[in-house]
């Protein structure tokens, strides 16, 4: 089955650039969801297809994918950002939806 | 506004069943596909499967197959997740997830409040 790849953490100072990645056989050849989730909430979706952003979801937030990595770009970090990013795809030869394992975003 | 609202929490023992809904609001119901996705304690998310509210077609996780069902009620609006021969292992909170903009593939825009279920003796 195909199988996504994050890094466990993540730190970054506020105001820097956080740049979470997520990694998959020809990930570049799917499109690639992103997943914000605090603490005792549901996940919210914050970047689909590679790089679009839902409304309500801040410039901040960017994606891009190519090859075998796919990458979440936050940018002008804040406190607030502070979470759980998840990864998903479609992988349509096996029809299932996919979560990579989760990266924990710490603000210094 | 567009929304999902889950059942309350459920204690199970093993090898019993558990049955969550998800009240769908604000959309025309039949025409978004609908996911359940669950989050064992401190754990990652996992995706059991999804419903077509239309038809109620059904596509599930291999892991699960067999042990789980879902349905939907298209009168209320509501999805159901039924899994049987519970575990200590499906101690876990449940959420119904809706996809962006109907497609199949896409994106899950809308999650509800999840479910937390426990299985214990």
């Known amino acids: 089955s195909y199988v996504l790849t994050q890094p466990p953490s993540v730190s970054v100072a506020p105001g820097q650039t956080a740049r979470i990645t997520c990694g998959g056989n020809?990930?570049?050849?799917?499109?690639v969801h992103w997943y914000q989730q605090k603490p005792g909430q549901a996940p919210v979706l914050v970047v689909y297809?590679?790089?679009d952003r839902p409304s309500g979801i801040p410039e901040r937030f960017s994606g891009s994918n190519s090859g075998n990595t796919a990458t979440l770009t936050i940018s002008r970090v804040e406190a607030g950002d502070e979470a759980d990013y998840y990864c998903?795809?479609?992988?349509?030869?096996?029809?299932?939806?996919?979560f990579g394992g989760g990266t924990k975003l710490t603000v210094l | 506004q567009v929304q999902l609202v889950q059942s309350g929490a459920e204690v199970k023992k093993p090898g019993a069943s558990v049955k969550v809904s998800c009240k769908a609001s604000?959309?025309?119901?039949?025409?978004?596909?609908m996911h359940w996705v669950r989050q064992a304690p401190g754990q990652g998310l996992e995706w059991m499967g999804i419903?077509?509210?239309?038809?109620?077609?059904?596509s599930y996780a291999q892991k699960f197959q067999g042990r789980v069902t879902m349905t939907r009620d298209t009168s209320t609006s509501t999805v159901y997740m039924e899994l049987s021969s519970l575990r200590s292992e499906d101690t876990a909170v449940y959420y119904c997830?809706?996809?962006?903009?109907?497609?199949?593939?896409?994106?899950?825009?809308?999650w509800g409040q999840g479910t937390m279920v426990t299985v214990s003796s």
């Open positions: 997830a809706r996809v962006l903009q109907g497609g199949y593939a896409a994106a899950f825009d809308i």
């Open positions: 604000g959309y025309t119901f039949t025409s978004y596909y």
């Open positions: 419903i077509n509210p239309s038809g109620g077609s059904t």
């Open positions: 020809n990930i570049g050849s799917k499109s």
């Open positions: 297809d590679d790089s």
């Open positions: 998903q795809v479609w992988d349509s030869s096996s029809d299932l939806r996919v």
